[in-house]
């Protein structure tokens, strides 16, 4: 059995993208580095080495793709006091540096999330940037958070914050390089059949496309949707007063990805009062019935439907008695069908065309659905932030403590047309935390388990604002109050006992293990100092949270402890962080040990004797624990 050694740091993404490549050719790896020649070769002419081709980039693209790749040595620390039904429910709140907390949830969520929302700031020149220079992420956080260098006033910690204006020479560079990283690591946790959809105005529209479609690939864009969120327009417009802004919705595979139905306006749905399996929907004419739709225009439409006799069997194959029909109009034009055979026949065997006698001839329909026409305009009048965003809060909160939240609604239907109802959502630009408003009233309407991951840095509010007025000092403690102030009005208004409106709370911190840095002047003392490398300030439960973080273990399993043992996920994995312990332990182990235990942790200095932990790593060995883990 192989031991191995917790140090602290999240999931290496350089070195995974060197193993996946490793799988895939074999070939091109010589002395266990990659033969870039070699892979040329194999992708033979698909290889662009012009001097001159498309591109896009900025000041500092290099710098912010190595942040994204880089580890971190931070972890997420539990905070009970702040969250709401601790112990039950599976909804994350994380305050933290969005791209610091997306490179610690890399191992846990990877490929788990169904959708990404986020509403990032939108560099209109006064929104406030994060002053991060990549040398150190991590220390820039705790320093803006009075987390390290002792206690700052609110003007210190303040001043990691900046606005980006126009007259900055790297305004957009400024911008990018704050969004690029983050959307990268998003896309990482994706499922294969996820979505991410990234809100904003036309001040960094095209930047957005462009860092989307380099990260998601042009491809696997699904729309660019124009959401009618201020009717009235911007009152201090000198030109075009703009009365929208902007959903790109990507996909992380277009092959995988599957909308639901479209939830569709009271007006609208008297058109599709038909229902089957699938869904609503409405008859059309299977008929091309367009000029586009002539016989000449479209010749791979021009073929022979059969009929059976009582109209309830179509076939694109003569069969005894059935009767042939011909894509001719009523006045004896000869036209198309909608589609040509391969999918008309795709059609025929899901139940998706119907003949109907009608006077004197059969007339073929196909089944309109809803889900086939998603417009790319939303004018709904809910979409409205002021009603319906701003309004909603001053409501929550008796007081307008959040400046531009968006409208619930707007959230709640791209929602609705993306994930499934058993799927992980994360946010993180939570803001207001509307994403996790709009999970939980779906939960609510269909009786559905979305869970919610919200992510926030800490922005402070003004002194002069109302929310600080009413006490709420950052952003995180706004989001937090809504969902509490929300769920609870959800719950009030409903009979579903079932709907988890708790949420975990966790916080951004360096990690519980100190680093290893030798006084080479000095070793002995610097073993003696390093015998416990635990902090001092640190409890057992950040410890397990760290634990379960770098092992991929979601952060929502049920902790059980059982005497001196930590059993996480029933049983997933085994933690034991006692001092002195002897050979006895295995026993222990063995006796709550089910089939899918494969890893138990211990603190290295915890064993009483090199022997004891000797006999405790080789029992557990021949009980087929696969992993023997030391912090």
């Not at 003569?318 to 795709?346: A, C, H, L, Y």
């Not at 949420?503 to 100092?529: A, G, H, I, M, R």
Request: glycine share 4%; hydrophobic share 35%.
């Amino acid at each position: 059995m192989n031991e191995t050694k917790l140090n602290g740091k999240s999931k290496d993404i350089i070195q995974d993208n060197i193993s996946m490549i490793k799988e895939i050719f074999p070939e091109i790896v010589t002395e266990d580095k990659i033969d870039f020649d070699k892979l040329k070769l194999i992708l033979g002419n698909n290889i662009d080495e012009s001097p001159e081709k498309y591109n896009f980039t900025w000041p500092g693209k290099i710098q912010s793709i190595k942040e994204s790749q880089k580890t971190s040595y931070g972890t997420l620390r539990p905070c009970k006091e702040e969250s709401k039904n601790w112990d039950s429910t599976e909804n994350l709140y994380i305050e933290g540096d969005n791209l610091e907390v997306l490179k610690l949830l890399q191992k846990s969520y990877n490929n788990k999330i169904s959708a990404i929302y986020i509403d990032p700031p939108y560099n209109t020149g006064n929104d406030l940037i994060y002053q991060n220079d990549y040398s150190d992420n991590l220390r820039n956080y705790l320093e803006f958070t009075g987390q390290i260098d002792g206690e700052r006033e609110r003007e210190s910690i303040g001043s990691k914050l900046s606005t980006n204006t126009e007259t900055n020479g790297r305004f957009h560079s400024n911008w990018i390089n704050m969004i690029y990283p983050t959307i990268k690591l998003g896309r990482n946790l994706l499922s294969s059949d996820g979505c991410m959809v990234v809100t904003i105005d036309h001040y960094e529209l095209n930047n957005l496309i462009d860092i989307c479609d380099e990260i998601f690939g042009e491809y696997n864009r699904l729309g660019i949707v124009s959401v009618v969120n201020n009717p009235m327009g911007r009152q201090n417009a000198k030109f075009f007063s703009a009365t929208n802004e902007f959903m790109l919705v990507y996909a992380k595979n277009i092959d995988k990805i599957h909308f639901n139905e479209v939830v569709l306006s009271e007006e609208k749905s008297k058109e599709f009062k038909f229902t089957d399996e699938k869904g609503s929907y409405s008859w059309r004419p299977f008929l091309h019935d367009h000029k586009k739709g002539l016989r000449e225009n479209k010749p791979n439409n021009w073929y022979p439907l059969y009929v059976s006799p009582d109209l309830d069997e179509l076939s694109l194959k003569n069969k005894d008695g059935f009767i042939k029909i011909m894509p001719v109009s009523k006045k004896g034009v000869e036209r198309s069908w909608m589609s040509i055979k391969e999918t008309t026949q795709e059609r025929i065997d899901n139940n998706e065309l119907i003949a109907k006698k009608e006077q004197n001839n059969i007339v073929v329909y196909r089944k309109f659905r809803a889900q086939e026409r998603i417009f790319t305009v939303w004018d709904d009048k809910k979409y409205n932030a002021n009603h319906n965003g701003s309004r909603l809060i001053q409501i929550l909160f008796n007081n307008k403590v959040f400046d531009f939240p968006k409208s619930i609604y707007a959230v709640e239907d791209i929602l609705k047309l993306i994930v499934k109802k058993d799927s992980i959502i994360l946010d993180f630009f939570s803001g207001s935390a509307t994403t996790a408003h709009a999970t939980m009233k779906l939960n609510n309407i269909d009786g559905g388990s979305r869970r919610f991951i919200m992510v926030q840095l800490p922005f402070l509010t003004e002194k002069s604002s109302e929310a600080y007025k009413a006490g709420y000092k950052n952003i995180c403690e706004i989001g937090k109050e809504r969902i509490r102030r929300a769920g609870d009005k959800i719950l009030e208004e409903s009979d579903n006992k079932d709907l988890d409106i708790g949420f975990k709370v966790f916080k951004l911190d360096s990690s519980n293990l100190e680093k290893w840095d030798p006084d080479y002047n000095n070793l002995e003392q610097t073993l003696l100092t390093n015998k416990e490398n635990i902090k001092e300030d640190r409890t057992e439960l950040d410890l397990i949270y760290e634990i379960m973080l770098k092992y991929g273990i979601d952060l929502t399993l049920p902790i059980e402890k059982i005497n001196n043992i930590y059993s996480i996920g029933y049983g997933a994995l085994l933690i034991c962080l006692e001092d002195n312990i002897t050979k006895e332990i295995a026993e222990e182990i063995m006796k709550i040990k089910s089939d899918n235990i494969t890893r138990v942790v211990f603190k290295d200095s915890g064993f009483k004797s090199d022997a004891d932990k000797t006999n405790i790593k080789e029992t557990l060995r021949i009980n087929n624990i696969d992993e023997f883990i030391t912090i």
